[in-house]
């Protein structure tokens, strides 16, 4: 899917899209002429992100959840427990 499309299914801006690439959370695949070509996969990514991020969760620690260092379960008790 193009990036408009992403943007209007995630509910995400392209600089959002843009930035959580740049940071090494989203890795969308490249057609032959260069152009991102974001998945369903991409989208579920943004969505996490997205929820995640209102919850005022930090980008090391969504790092950490997608490389597995840390568990969804102890990132979200932190977030209740700051609440």
Known sequence: ??????ESRSGMTRANIRFYET???????R???GYRDYS??????????RLLRQLHTP????????TGEQALADVLQRRIDEL
């Open 59 to 66: 980008l090391e620690e969504i790092r950490a959840l997608q």
């Open 1 to 6: 899917m193009t990036i408009k499309e992403i």
């Open 40 to 49: 369903d996969a991409d989208l579920e990514v943004l969505k996490k992100i």
């Open 31 to 33: 057609l032959s002429n």
């Open 23 to 29: 940071e090494g959370l989203l890795v969308p695949a």
